[in-house]
Protein backbone atom coordinates (compact mmCIF):
# COMPACT_ATOMS: atom_id res chain seq x y z
CA UNK A 1 0.00 0.00 0.00
CA UNK A 2 1.37 3.45 -1.38
CA UNK A 3 1.39 5.62 2.10
CA UNK A 4 3.13 8.92 1.91
CA UNK A 5 3.33 10.68 5.48
CA UNK A 6 4.32 14.73 5.58
CA UNK A 7 5.49 16.30 8.73
CA UNK A 8 7.85 19.61 9.45
CA UNK A 9 4.50 22.06 9.32
CA UNK A 10 3.79 24.66 12.14
CA UNK A 11 3.95 28.29 13.42
CA UNK A 12 6.49 30.50 11.95
CA UNK A 13 6.94 34.40 11.64
CA UNK A 14 7.41 35.87 8.95
CA UNK A 15 10.68 35.36 7.21
CA UNK A 16 11.43 32.45 8.99
CA UNK A 17 12.21 29.04 7.61
CA UNK A 18 11.02 26.15 7.88
CA UNK A 19 12.05 22.34 6.18
CA UNK A 20 8.79 19.90 5.32
CA UNK A 21 9.48 15.44 5.28
CA UNK A 22 8.00 13.35 3.40
CA UNK A 23 8.56 9.30 4.31
CA UNK A 24 7.56 7.71 1.32
CA UNK A 25 6.41 3.35 1.79
CA UNK A 26 4.91 0.96 -0.35
CA UNK A 27 6.64 1.57 -3.90
CA UNK A 28 9.76 2.18 -5.22
CA UNK A 29 10.42 5.63 -4.43
CA UNK A 30 13.63 6.30 -6.47
CA UNK A 31 11.51 5.70 -9.91
CA UNK A 32 9.00 8.08 -9.40
CA UNK A 33 8.88 12.01 -9.51
CA UNK A 34 7.43 13.96 -6.63
CA UNK A 35 6.04 16.72 -5.61
CA UNK A 36 4.39 19.33 -3.59
CA UNK A 37 1.30 20.99 -3.69
CA UNK A 38 -0.39 23.63 -1.21
CA UNK A 39 -3.94 24.51 0.18
CA UNK A 40 -3.89 27.54 1.56
CA UNK A 41 -7.41 27.20 4.41
CA UNK A 42 -10.37 27.93 2.43
CA UNK A 43 -8.68 27.71 -1.02
CA UNK A 44 -8.20 25.93 -3.80
CA UNK A 45 -4.63 23.89 -5.09
CA UNK A 46 -1.93 25.15 -6.18
CA UNK A 47 1.48 23.23 -7.60
CA UNK A 48 4.47 24.27 -5.80
CA UNK A 49 7.45 22.08 -7.41
CA UNK A 50 8.48 19.01 -8.24
CA UNK A 51 11.66 16.74 -8.63
CA UNK A 52 12.97 14.12 -10.74
CA UNK A 53 13.74 10.99 -9.90
CA UNK A 54 17.41 11.20 -9.38
CA UNK A 55 16.85 15.16 -8.26
CA UNK A 56 18.46 16.12 -11.48
CA UNK A 57 15.54 18.13 -12.65
CA UNK A 58 13.42 20.41 -10.31
CA UNK A 59 10.51 22.86 -11.39
CA UNK A 60 8.96 25.45 -9.34
CA UNK A 61 5.82 27.70 -8.93
CA UNK A 62 7.05 31.55 -9.77
CA UNK A 63 6.25 32.91 -6.42
CA UNK A 64 8.27 30.43 -4.44
CA UNK A 65 11.23 30.58 -6.63
CA UNK A 66 14.81 31.48 -4.76
CA UNK A 67 12.78 31.24 -1.39
CA UNK A 68 11.81 27.15 -1.54
CA UNK A 69 14.23 23.82 -2.59
CA UNK A 70 12.71 20.89 -3.13
CA UNK A 71 14.71 17.53 -2.72
CA UNK A 72 15.29 14.12 -1.65
CA UNK A 73 16.87 11.22 -0.35
CA UNK A 74 16.25 7.75 -2.47
CA UNK A 75 18.51 6.08 0.01
CA UNK A 76 15.66 7.30 3.04
CA UNK A 77 12.85 7.25 0.67
CA UNK A 78 12.17 10.56 1.33
CA UNK A 79 11.28 13.81 0.52
CA UNK A 80 12.44 17.43 1.42
CA UNK A 81 10.81 21.16 1.05
CA UNK A 82 12.84 23.63 2.69
CA UNK A 83 11.48 26.84 2.66
CA UNK A 84 12.87 29.88 3.65
CA UNK A 85 12.07 33.66 3.77
CA UNK A 86 8.06 32.82 4.29
CA UNK A 87 5.28 34.85 4.00
CA UNK A 88 1.82 34.93 5.30
CA UNK A 89 0.71 33.96 1.93
CA UNK A 90 2.57 30.76 2.16
CA UNK A 91 0.40 29.60 4.76
CA UNK A 92 -1.32 26.19 4.00
CA UNK A 93 -1.36 22.35 3.92
CA UNK A 94 1.25 21.15 2.04
CA UNK A 95 0.84 17.86 0.35
CA UNK A 96 3.31 15.53 -0.65
CA UNK A 97 2.29 13.55 -3.86
CA UNK A 98 3.74 10.60 -5.87
CA UNK A 99 4.50 11.32 -9.50
CA UNK A 100 4.68 14.46 -11.87
CA UNK A 101 1.49 14.23 -12.74
CA UNK A 102 -0.03 12.92 -8.73
CA UNK A 103 -1.75 9.74 -8.26
CA UNK A 104 -1.08 9.42 -4.61
CA UNK A 105 -1.59 12.01 -1.88
CA UNK A 106 -0.32 12.20 1.65
CA UNK A 107 -2.27 13.82 4.42
CA UNK A 108 -0.72 17.01 4.77
CA UNK A 109 1.36 19.01 7.06
CA UNK A 110 0.07 22.76 8.20
CA UNK A 111 2.20 25.59 7.81
CA UNK A 112 1.09 28.88 9.57
CA UNK A 113 2.94 31.87 8.93
CA UNK A 114 2.24 34.84 11.02
CA UNK A 115 3.44 36.98 14.19
CA UNK B 1 -2.43 30.99 -9.49
CA UNK B 2 -5.90 29.11 -11.26
CA UNK B 3 -4.92 28.29 -14.82
CA UNK B 4 -7.75 26.34 -15.37
CA UNK B 5 -11.63 27.57 -14.66
CA UNK B 6 -14.08 25.10 -13.39
CA UNK B 7 -17.90 26.34 -12.49
CA UNK B 8 -17.98 26.97 -8.39
CA UNK B 9 -20.44 24.86 -7.91
CA UNK B 10 -22.67 21.83 -8.98
CA UNK B 11 -25.61 20.16 -7.35
CA UNK B 12 -28.61 17.59 -7.94
CA UNK B 13 -30.82 15.21 -6.28
CA UNK B 14 -30.18 11.50 -5.68
CA UNK B 15 -29.37 10.00 -8.96
CA UNK B 16 -29.43 12.63 -10.94
CA UNK B 17 -26.79 13.16 -13.31
CA UNK B 18 -24.29 15.97 -12.66
CA UNK B 19 -20.98 17.63 -15.16
CA UNK B 20 -18.87 19.54 -14.47
CA UNK B 21 -16.67 21.52 -16.36
CA UNK B 22 -12.69 22.75 -17.04
CA UNK B 23 -11.90 25.14 -19.45
CA UNK B 24 -8.14 25.76 -20.56
CA UNK B 25 -5.64 26.49 -23.10
CA UNK B 26 -3.54 25.03 -25.58
CA UNK B 27 -0.33 24.97 -23.50
CA UNK B 28 -2.55 22.65 -20.94
CA UNK B 29 -5.06 20.76 -21.59
CA UNK B 30 -4.80 21.54 -25.60
CA UNK B 31 -1.39 19.87 -25.25
CA UNK B 32 -1.35 17.57 -22.35
CA UNK B 33 -3.13 14.89 -20.25
CA UNK B 34 -6.18 16.04 -18.14
CA UNK B 35 -6.53 14.39 -14.20
CA UNK B 36 -9.50 14.73 -11.98
CA UNK B 37 -9.40 15.13 -8.14
CA UNK B 38 -11.81 14.40 -5.70
CA UNK B 39 -11.20 16.47 -2.13
CA UNK B 40 -13.86 15.14 0.41
CA UNK B 41 -14.41 17.29 3.46
CA UNK B 42 -11.46 17.67 5.19
CA UNK B 43 -9.38 14.84 3.64
CA UNK B 44 -6.45 15.03 1.43
CA UNK B 45 -7.76 15.24 -2.46
CA UNK B 46 -7.71 11.90 -4.40
CA UNK B 47 -7.39 11.03 -7.95
CA UNK B 48 -10.54 10.16 -9.49
CA UNK B 49 -9.86 10.38 -13.39
CA UNK B 50 -6.41 9.38 -14.82
CA UNK B 51 -5.49 10.38 -18.17
CA UNK B 52 -8.49 12.05 -19.65
CA UNK B 53 -10.96 9.30 -19.20
CA UNK B 54 -9.32 6.12 -16.99
CA UNK B 55 -10.54 5.51 -13.65
CA UNK B 56 -8.05 4.28 -11.23
CA UNK B 57 -8.67 0.92 -9.51
CA UNK B 58 -11.59 1.83 -6.56
CA UNK B 59 -13.02 4.36 -8.51
CA UNK B 60 -17.18 3.41 -9.47
CA UNK B 61 -17.77 3.57 -12.95
CA UNK B 62 -20.43 6.21 -11.97
CA UNK B 63 -17.23 8.32 -12.67
CA UNK B 64 -16.52 9.75 -16.45
CA UNK B 65 -14.13 11.98 -17.55
CA UNK B 66 -14.04 13.70 -21.40
CA UNK B 67 -11.70 16.01 -23.10
CA UNK B 68 -12.44 17.86 -26.39
CA UNK B 69 -9.82 20.69 -27.84
CA UNK B 70 -9.35 23.14 -24.51
CA UNK B 71 -11.47 21.77 -22.09
CA UNK B 72 -13.13 18.78 -20.24
CA UNK B 73 -15.36 17.42 -17.98
CA UNK B 74 -16.27 15.23 -15.80
CA UNK B 75 -19.63 13.10 -15.20
CA UNK B 76 -21.10 12.37 -12.18
CA UNK B 77 -24.18 9.45 -12.97
CA UNK B 78 -26.20 7.87 -10.22
CA UNK B 79 -25.48 10.94 -7.86
CA UNK B 80 -24.66 9.83 -4.39
CA UNK B 81 -24.44 11.31 -1.05
CA UNK B 82 -20.88 10.73 -0.53
CA UNK B 83 -20.28 12.22 -3.67
CA UNK B 84 -20.01 15.46 -1.58
CA UNK B 85 -17.08 16.79 -2.20
CA UNK B 86 -14.98 19.45 -4.13
CA UNK B 87 -13.58 18.38 -7.46
CA UNK B 88 -10.69 19.72 -9.08
CA UNK B 89 -9.11 19.64 -12.76
CA UNK B 90 -5.15 19.63 -13.21
CA UNK B 91 -3.41 19.21 -16.65
CA UNK B 92 0.77 20.34 -17.27
CA UNK B 93 0.87 23.42 -18.71
CA UNK B 94 3.90 23.91 -21.13
CA UNK B 95 4.28 27.51 -20.84
CA UNK B 96 4.38 27.67 -17.14
CA UNK B 97 6.54 24.28 -16.53
CA UNK B 98 4.22 23.84 -14.25
CA UNK B 99 0.84 21.72 -13.10
CA UNK B 100 -2.01 23.68 -13.36
CA UNK B 101 -5.44 23.19 -10.97
CA UNK B 102 -8.42 24.31 -11.63
CA UNK B 103 -10.36 26.72 -9.81
CA UNK B 104 -12.40 23.87 -7.95
CA UNK B 105 -16.19 23.11 -8.26
CA UNK B 106 -18.15 22.28 -4.95
CA UNK B 107 -20.85 18.87 -5.23
CA UNK B 108 -23.67 19.22 -3.73
CA UNK B 109 -26.23 16.67 -3.06
CA UNK B 110 -29.61 18.02 -2.30
Known amino acids: EVQLVESGGGLVQPGGSLRLSCAASGFTFSRNWMTWVRQAPGKGLEWVAN????????YYVDSVKGRFTISRDNAKNSLYLQMNSLRAEDTAMYYC????????WGQGTLVTVSS | QSVLTQPPSASGTPGQRVTISCSGS????????VFWYQQLPGTAPKLLIDRNNLRPSGVPDRFSGSKSGTSASLAISGLRSEDEADYYCAAWDESLSGLVFGTGTKVTVL
Open chain 1, 51 to 58: IKQDGSEK
Open chain 2, 26 to 33: SSNIGSNY
Open chain 1, 97 to 104: ARGELPDY
